[in-house]
């Protein structure tokens, strides 16, 4: 049936080279912009070396790209049909690195794709977006608020987060339930239920405290309200970050010049906290320069979002976005110091191939939204598994 | 198929989406935010802690000062030390490098061990030491190999080092590496890679000086510490420079003339108190001392029973024997109890009570005035002088003579000995003075104690006939000569000097107990006083027998003062030859040879050495 209506054709007709037509290059040109960035920081880090950092970054963002772009060829009603089927093969193996794992064999938790890695609780993030938002896809807006909807999508959110809770992986956990939630919101979810819960949540925090964190967490959170009061030991961190963000200034010491990341007084300076070399050496500048392009990428996400004809696809297409984001808060927040330190990489910037892939295969998704955003899909298919 | 339905839900998501972009861009705006406060508004500060993380002032040891003797020659040196450092992290395989290293150098098992065990203890970036003192040879080598031996570093330090060893131990001392102590008396001293400190001796004496003042270079290091590049620099002040009154020649052949002995020569010029040799025999290599004392060596030196470790100079104390009865002589002058023409009958022994006391020639020696006793060195005589006197005037004479005192001489450790009075006998030895205490001292015996430095004051004190001369080593310092206040006169009359002058010349030059060391350079005659001091009471049957046939340790000290020239005396020296047998014997030739070298050198009358003025850069900052 030919659909003449502003999403544009179904999907049925689109052969190979029109979907490379139709892709977002925009988009694709951002994220590779924003990687060179990560090069650059990489290769400077290293002492203005390609090796041993941004010389494999470069590799593994050339396979990245390449799943990227395999995944947004692929028609979107192939990733609804799999969903749930990568959602049960991620629970999978999540519970069986949690069970290998604890008989010691910590290579296990990897799955290993050329000279990328793949964590389970990783692939998750991706296959908690595809089943989530085929769930929801399926619900009409009246009914997202009932229990027997409400609860089987709290469910699909929270088993997952619960068992990368205990691994424990407190970064991933938090991206998982605020990003599943976050669809929930989108979802529809009344304001009725979401106010109080809100409240409840405010309320619940000092009982949190009390028996929910460990001591580490509870540190981190002292040493975040206070990093002066152990500048060698705890505060450590985010007392050198500050300092190296700070002595930046508004245009930095210049590509190369960052002593605190070069003399390693900047710890992690490659992964968790290449946002402040960054800072010291581009100043605020360079900052602003990141966020801009981190935002732009977001725009052209909701843009894709809001331009698609079925849930599932603006669902999977906002959970990326919403996923992207959380990276991007984390990381600059705890960077700055606003936020206690947590072990969330900056998306296509830091190092690390797990992350970057992760990030990857997600923005392959939301490709695949984008290029098959008139494909109609049926709210009565969500029912069919 | 879109439905109303869908449209619903549609509008829904949009207008949450739209409210979500609206809570993003809120939020990029607060982290924007926070970024300007923080590269904006605090730039300042957290600049300023930037540059206070990344710049370290690094002190850099100063080159320490030169000892020269009195004519210029080299007695202390700071010399290149070869060494060989691993920097553990640049190293591959750090055994392999090492033994890599022993077929190059000299290099023995248990070090490279110590090495593996530095490397442990130690931090990777931080030099750890393979091998010192190398030759240029060795060096060399491991120059040449240096590309195939990642993570060694050939270095050039700075050695201490005593051109002249054992000869000069006990004057000079040595330096060696901080200790914990140094560290909490100077907690700087920490920050200055391979100082060494003066440990005793004039290295000790005057470490201030030698020490100079330290550079210091602004270095960047990185957040381990490591030094990165240095980024200026402020040199500092080299060590002054010490010139010694010591002259060489002299002190080389003392310790010829004492070698295998144990004992003491001082020579001094008895116009100044300026000390031309000083040799506590034996000595040890303060060589070995620079760097890490082996405990087999420390065991060698501590059991030896010459005990070269001791600076027997000052810090032996022996009674003087024979040599101090000029002083008993000028005493019982001074006092007038005693006429210079008084005759004693001396018939081998004088009794007091029941004891008896004995003159050393047992047939005794007749008639003696105060000028025959000096030559003869009576002892009869002086037990008689000495009762007249009273202990009192002795002690009184001792004090003028610089006896039971120390001069704060610029080696550390003189003792003081011991000059007894009734005082002293009563507090220590809770008993009264006797006339026999008094005899005793008359011959230099008893409770009376000298250090062979005191003898020496002592003899330069009679020969420039009664000036308070205080000895000292140091004569100048950064080739400043060091203005010694005119001694004070210790108000001898003349004529009495004189009497006992006569008599010390009558030792040595008219067939005295000194005569076969006599000197025959005309206008260079040397005028002395022997002496012999009992190591312990003798018995019986040791009395009379030759001193070669009783055991080492029981044969007496064999001591000697003399001056030269007889008239206007320059020179003033002391022997002391422990358990050496009799004065006349074994340390007046001693001092006649040295002496005969002095009055060729005649070292007091010659300019004394400047040194040239030195400017070297301090060493280069080191991790």
């Known amino acids: 049936m030919p659909m003449n209506d502003h999403f544009g054709p179904t999907g049925r007709e689109l052969r190979f080279k029109d979907k490379l037509r139709v892709m977002n290059w925009t988009l694709v040109a951002l994220i590779t912009s924003v990687c060179c960035i990560g090069f650059a920081l990489l290769y400077s880090v290293a002492g203005g070396s390609f090796d041993p950092w941004a010389e494999r970054q470069i590799v593994r963002f050339g396979v990245g790209i390449s799943i990227m772009l395999a995944i947004a060829l692929i028609d979107i009603r192939t990733w609804f049909a799999l969903a749930y089927p990568i959602y049960g093969v991620s629970l999978l193996l999540l519970t069986a690195v949690e069970f290998v794992g604890r008989t010691g064999k910590g290579a296990e938790r990897w799955i290993d794709i050329g000279p990328l890695q793949l964590q389970p609780s990783e692939l998750m993030k991706i296959a908690l977006v595809l089943a989530l938002s085929r769930f929801l896809h399926g619900i009409l807006l009246e009914d997202v608020s009932r229990p027997t909807r409400l609860i089987p999508a709290l469910l699909l959110v929270m088993i997952p987060a619960g068992l990368v809770l205990i691994q424990p992986n407190l970064g991933t956990t938090t991206i998982l339930v605020a990003g599943g939630l976050g669809l929930i919101f989108l979802a529809g979810l009344s304001w009725k239920i979401i106010l109080p819960v809100v409240a409840l949540g405010v309320a619940a925090v000092p009982l949190g405290w009390e028996f929910a964190l460990k001591d580490y967490q509870k540190q981190r959170v002292y040493t975040f309200l206070e990093p002066d009061r152990d500048p060698l030991g705890a505060g450590y961190n985010i007392l050198q970050s500050k300092i190296a963000l700070g002595s930046g200034g508004l245009f930095g010491k210049g590509f190369g010049e960052g002593t605190q990341s070069r003399l390693n ?7 968790d906290f290449i946002f402040t070399v960054l800072g010291e050496e581009f100043g605020l500048f360079g900052l602003l320069i990141l966020m801009g392009l981190y935002l732009a990428i977001l725009a052209q996400g909701v843009t894709v979002a809001l331009d698609t004809r079925s849930q599932f696809g603006r669902l999977v297409a906002m959970g990326i976005c919403l996923n992207f984001l959380l990276y991007i808060l984390i990381n600059t927040a705890m960077s700055m110091g606003l936020i206690p330190v947590v072990g969330i990489p900056l998306p296509l910037v830091s190092y690390g191939g797990t992350a970057l892939l992760t990030v990857l295969i997600g923005f392959g998704m939301l490709l695949s939204v984008q290029i098959h955003r008139g494909v109609d899909i049926p709210r009565s298919a969500a029912n069919l598994i | 198929m879109m439905d109303g339905r869908d449209s619903v839900r549609y509008r829904a998501f949009t207008r949450r989406t739209a409210l979500l972009s609206g809570g993003t861009l809120g939020l990029f705006a607060l982290l924007s935010g926070r970024m300007f406060q923080l590269s904006v508004l605090q730039r ?6 930037a540059e206070d993380n990344r710049v370290n002032l690094q002190l850099l040891a100063p080159r320490r000062g030169r000892v020269y003797d009195r004519f210029g020659v080299e007695l202390a040196k700071t010399s290149q030390n070869f060494r060989v450092l691993l920097i553990p992290e640049q190293a591959k ?10 077929e190059l150098i000299p290099l023995s098992a248990p070090r490279i061990q110590r090495v593996l065990r530095d490397v442990r203890e130690g931090k990777a970036f931080n030099p750890v030491l393979v091998a010192e003192g190398l030759d240029w040879n060795d060096f060399a ?53 391979g100082f060494r400190v003066g440990r005793s001796g004039v290295e000790r004496a005057a470490d201030d000086a030698l020490r100079g003042k330290p550079g210091a270079a602004q270095v960047e290091v990185n957040a381990h510490g490591r ?22 020649e002299v002190q080389k052949l003392t310790q010829e003339k004492l070698a295998g002995q144990s004992g003491s020569v001082i020579v001094m010029d008895v116009k100044t108190g300026a000390i031309i040799s000083i040799v506590s025999a034996p000595g040890y290599d303060p060589n070995a001392f620079t760097t890490t004392v082996t405990s087999a060596l420390w065991k060698q030196l501590n059991d030896d029973p010459l005990k070269p470790l001791l600076n027997k100079a000052i810090t032996g104390m022996y009674p003087p024997g024979s040599t101090f009865k000029p002083v008993v002589a000028l005493a019982a002058l001074a006092s007038g109890r005693m006429s210079p023409t008084a005759r004693v009958h001396c018939s081998g022994a004088t009794s ?58 610029e080696i550390p450790g003189e003792k003081s000995g011991l000059v007894p009075n009734p005082e002293w006998k009563q507090r220590a030895r809770k008993d009264i003075w006797r006339d026999g205490d008094t005899y005793n001292v008359g011959i230099g015996q008893g409770a009376l104690l000298t250090t062979p430095l005191q003898l020496c004051v002592m003899a330069a004190r009679l020969a420039n006939g009664g000036k308070a001369v205080i000895p000292h080593v140091i004569r100048s310092f950064g080739g400043v000569e060091r203005v010694m206040p005119p001694p004070e006169d210790m108000g001898l009359d003349p004529a009495h000097v004189a009497i006992v002058h006569s008599g010390m010349d009558a030792v040595t030059n008219q067939g005295g107990t000194g005569a076969r060391s006599r000197i025959g350079i005309e206008g260079f005659e040397m005028a002395g006083k022997t002496g012999t001091a009992q190591v312990r009471r003798l018995t019986a049957d040791l009395r009379g027998r030759s001193a070669d046939s009783i055991p080492w340790q029981f044969r007496d000290h064999a001591l000697f003062i003399a001056f030269a020239p007889v008239v206007e005396p320059r020179y003033a020296i002391s022997v002391v030859v422990e358990h050496g047998g009799g004065g006349s014997k074994t340390a007046a030739p001693i001092a006649k040879d040295i002496m005969t070298l002095v009055a060729q050198r005649d070292p007091a009358r010659q300019p004394l050495f400047v040194p040239p003025a030195r400017i070297e850069p301090a060493p280069e900052a080191k991790a």
Request: glycine residues 10%; contains cysteine.
């Open chain 1, 265 to 271: 007084f900047l710890p992690e300076k490659q992964t």
């Open chain 2, 93 to 102: 395989n750090i055994r392999a490098t090492l033994e890599r290293v022993a």
């Open chain 2, 141 to 193: 080598k491991i120059n040449i190999n240096t590309p195939e031996l990642a993570g060694i570093e050939p270095d050039m330090g700075e050695l201490r080092s005593y051109p002249f060893g054992p000869w000069l131990s006990h004057v000079l001392g040595y330096v060696s590496g901080i200790t914990d102590k140094d560290v909490a008396r100077e907690p700087e001293l920490l920050s200055l890679p």
């Open chain 2, 44 to 49: 300042e500060q957290f600049a300023t802690l």
């Open chain 2, 352 to 409: 007091l009570g029941s004891h008896v006391f004995h003159c050393w020639r047992k047939g005794g020696h007749g008639s003696m005035d105060m000028h025959l006793a000096i030559k003869n060195s009576c002892d009869v005589y002086f037990y008689e002088c000495a009762r007249r006197t009273g202990i009192d005037e002795i002690a009184k004479m001792c004090h003028k003579f610089g006896l039971g005192q120390t001069y704060g001489l």
């Open chain 2, 227 to 248: 030094v990165i590049r240095e980024l200026s620099r402020r040199e500092g002040t080299v060590g002054q420079d010490v010139v010694l009154g010591l002259d060489m």
